[in-house]
């Protein structure tokens, strides 16, 4: 099964920084890749989708790159509501696989 | 506007079972998969199955194999999640989510508390 592996698996960070989150598939997965926003008491909310897809109603500042192996979530200016867990996620055929989550907190 | 609202939370004993509920509402529920995932206390998100509501077909993770079940009911436009003999580090909130490849509508999530 296709691992995903996230870097750093937390951070510190101030407003206005540039935030830079990596997902490591075990194996190519093209740009099957998705990326969400995850806060205490609240649902995931989807950020990106095959892999550099900006979801609806989702801030420009947020980004999305790569494919194969290697993607990257960019947040070109954090902003006091972005302090979050983020994960990245694949999908095949058959099965969601998650990443193990990088958490963004306020330095 | 699209809305995925879940039963309210549930506390079992051991190896009793749950069901949870993720009504839909504002689009063509037979469109989408549902999948469910969970969020054990300090932990990550775990992917637990989907479920093609228009067909009834389904994937189960393999952890929850023979545990899982996932059925539908589309004149109601409601997924269930049924989890069987259930255990302590199954406690978590349990979430329902619209897509196939992606999540793009969640439920509220329904806290599943095993306890005796």
């Known amino acids: 099964a296709i691992q995903l592996t996230q870097s750093p698996s937390s951070l510190s960070a101030s407003v206005g920084d540039r935030v830079t989150i990596t997902c490591r598939a075990s194996q190519g997965i093209s740009s099957t890749l998705a990326w969400y926003q995850h806060k205490p008491g609240k649902a995931p909310q989807l950020l990106i989708y095959d892999a550099s897809d900006l979801e609806s109603g989702v801030p420009s500042r947020f980004s999305g790159s790569g494919s194969g192996t290697d993607f990257t979530l960019t947040i070109s200016s954090l902003q006091p509501e972005d302090f979050a867990t983020y994960y990245c996620q694949h999908f095949n055929s058959y099965l969601w696989t998650f990443g193990q989550g990088t958490k963004v907190e306020i330095k | ?116």
């Open chain 2, 1 to 116: 506007q699209v809305h995925l609202v879940q039963s309210g939370a549930e506390v079992k004993e051991p190896g009793a079972s749950v069901k949870v509920s993720c009504k839909a509402s504002g689009y063509i529920f037979t469109g989408y998969y549902i999948h469910w995932v969970r969020q054990a206390p300090g932990q990550g998100l775990e992917w637990v199955a989907w479920i093609a509501p228009n067909s009834g077909g389904t994937n189960y993770a393999q952890k929850f194999q023979g545990r899982v079940t996932m059925t539908r009911d589309t004149s109601i436009s409601t997924a269930y999640m049924e989890l069987s003999r259930l255990r302590s580090d199954d406690t978590a909130v349990y979430y329902c989510a619209r897509g196939v490849a992606a999540g793009d509508h969640w439920g509220q999530g329904t806290l599943v508390t095993v306890s005796s």
